[in-house]
């Protein structure tokens, strides 16, 4: 008889179970309507996280408090959230059109409303990606304040120790700390969370707020208190999901909106039948590779190209970005502000009206003059949103019964994403997209190539790329088994496999744009999650991430303007 081999399991199939487990559940838990995070029904969810131990969640699982993860998290959830015993996942119901005013997170566009001093509400419009990134965050948000709650419960009655009690008196006196006191309840704070009075202070302005100094110990001390009354009295924090969020989800309704406003806008502007180039980028590149050097003469022929783009992205230097959209506006450009609620913004350009020799790229005067291109920018979309928009996009306007087929000759995705080997700000020009949690893979032609963009100061690496269900929960054995496994994956991102599906399902299959459509794929780093305070809990790209989008900008407008 033959031996059978025992597999022990590895980390990395451990990891990716508890992310399949993850997801499995929380689709069940959204079609259940609601459930208690730290009750029976979100047990297998904290269970999957503690299990996973994300790269951007660092010491979840351990005993002392995650500082950096928490503050990831408290940037992407309305301000107050920690206050607050009920959260309720909403579609776009009209609380726009009422007297609650939205709160949008610091580093995600969503709309949020403070319904009662207990409840919020959560506006979802970009799809289960959103879904799936809030329920991952309050996961670890509940996880990390019943840590709190287990260091200062002395007993089942609910005494507690005397940190939490100066804590308290801090956090609810009226008046303004002095740096005395400050100190003093940063000290209590530290001995509640596990940490060193240092490394409390190293991150204490980084949670300030302008009306909110003191907002670090407030998360800590909300966070507690209803951690306390969860475990003293069961009054357990609950998260629901509205019957109208449930029945539309899925259903492309904010891409359908926002896809047929654009289609609109160029109609009525004549661009619908001329040749389009779909750029999903930022909402400042393109303007400005296109715009900058006519406008900032005197600036841009002393200086680096680069060093102006930098100069321009600095919050002090607000009266030269404005300067440069008011001469896109009227050198052809339309801005489309959304109100479809897929937050996705939109630049349309008509070249025709732009002057070649005022830009510093090369450009055909011929393309711009015979073959008028338009070229249509789209603010990033968020994991699945991808499809849904350029889903919708690709369709055929329809109008009076009358079908207009897009002429859509390109379609360029510049994005963020982590990289696997190299570090931040390098390049990575994909050859083709993978789905996590599945082998599905989406090979395709790229038209950037590795030698357009070489010989500027950056690293490019060229590879497959994986598309993950959400960013906040790889951990290192995952992504090295994907980086040393026959997949060769150089780095991971949310969108690329869902714009491919999109593109594909249009040009092979449907027929609604022409099956030569050429697609640019090229991702900039904005973090390593294999690299130890490389992650993006590690904070942003700040200017190091300036030359990399302007580079793949550049090389995109070239290969479409010649």
Request: net charge neutral; proline share 3%.
């Amino acid at each position: 008889m033959t031996n059978k081999k025992h597999h022990s399991r590895t980390r990395a199939q451990e990891s990716s179970n508890a992310i399949e487990k993850m997801y499995v559940t929380m689709r069940h838990l959204f079609n259940r309507g609601f459930y208690k995070p730290m009750g029976i029904s979100g047990e297998t969810l904290r269970q999957s996280l503690l299990l996973l131990r994300p790269e951007i969640y660092g010491s979840v699982g351990e005993e002392k408090a995650e500082l950096e993860g928490l503050l990831y998290v408290i940037d992407r959830l309305p301000i107050g959230i920690e206050e607050c015993t009920f959260i309720n996942l909403t579609s776009d119901e009209g609380y726009g059109n009422s007297h609650f005013k939205p709160i949008i997170p610091e580093k995600r566009r969503r709309n949020c409303y403070r319904i009662d001093a207990e409840q919020m509400n959560i506006e979802i419009t970009r799809g289960r990606s959103e879904i799936y990134d809030i329920l991952t965050h309050l996961t670890f948000l509940f996880v990390e304040s019943h840590k709190i709650s287990n260091r200062v419960l002395i007993d089942e009655k609910g005494s507690t120790t005397r940190d939490w009690i100066k804590l308290e008196k801090a956090v609810l006196s009226k008046k303004k700390l002095t740096q005395d006191e400050r100190e003093v309840a940063i000290s209590h704070g530290a001995n509640i969370l596990g940490r060193t009075f240092e490394e409390l202070r190293a991150v204490y302005n980084e949670f300030a707020t302008s009306s909110q100094p003191e907002r670090l110990l407030h998360i800590v001390y909300w966070l507690g208190k209803l951690a306390i009354e969860e475990q003293i009295h069961n009054n357990k924090r609950t998260v629901t999901f509205s019957p109208v969020l449930r029945e539309r989800i899925g259903h492309h309704i904010h891409g359908e909106i926002w896809a047929d406003t654009i289609k609109e806008i160029m109609f009525k502007n004549d661009l619908l039948e001329r040749p389009i180039h779909i750029i999903s980028a930022n909402m400042h590149s393109v303007m400005n590779t296109l715009f900058v050097s006519s406008v900032l003469k005197s600036t841009a022929s002393k200086k680096d190209i680069f060093e102006v783009y930098e100069s321009l992205s600095k919050k002090e230097n607000e009266g030269l970005r404005n300067k440069v959209t008011k001469e896109a506006l009227q050198r052809g450009m339309i801005y489309i502000k959304d109100t479809s609620g897929a937050n996705i913004d939109v630049q349309i350009f008509d070249t025709s009206k732009i002057d070649a020799s005022k830009t510093d790229i090369e450009v055909s005067e011929t393309v711009l003059k015979q073959d008028k291109p338009v070229i249509l920018v789209m603010d990033y979309a968020f994991g699945e949103q991808a499809y849904e928009t350029i889903d919708e996009l690709l369709k055929p306007y329809n109008n009076m019964d009358k079908k207009t087929y897009l002429n859509v000759e390109s379609v360029s995705i510049m994005g963020k994403a982590g990289i696997l080997e190299g570090g931040k700000g390098d390049i990575m020009i994909p050859s083709a997209h993978i789905f996590e949690g599945t082998a599905d893979n989406y090979p395709f032609a790229n038209e950037l190539k590795k030698e357009d963009l070489e010989g500027q100061g950056v690293d490019i690496y060229e590879g497959s790329m994986i598309t993950v269900l959400g960013t906040s929960l790889q951990n290192k054995d995952i992504l090295k088994f994907f980086y040393n496994s026959t997949w060769q994956v150089i780095g991971l991102e949310m969108e690329g496999a869902h714009y491919q599906k999109a593109i594909q399902a249009a040009s092979k299959v449907r027929g609604s744009i022409s099956p030569d459509v050429k697609v640019r794929y090229a991702y900039y780093a904005s973090d390593n999650p294999l690299e130890t305070g490389a992650t993006l809990a590690s904070g942003g790209l700040g200017t190091s991430g300036v030359r990399p989008t302007y580079l793949i900008t550049r090389t995109i407008l070239k290969q479409i303007l010649n």
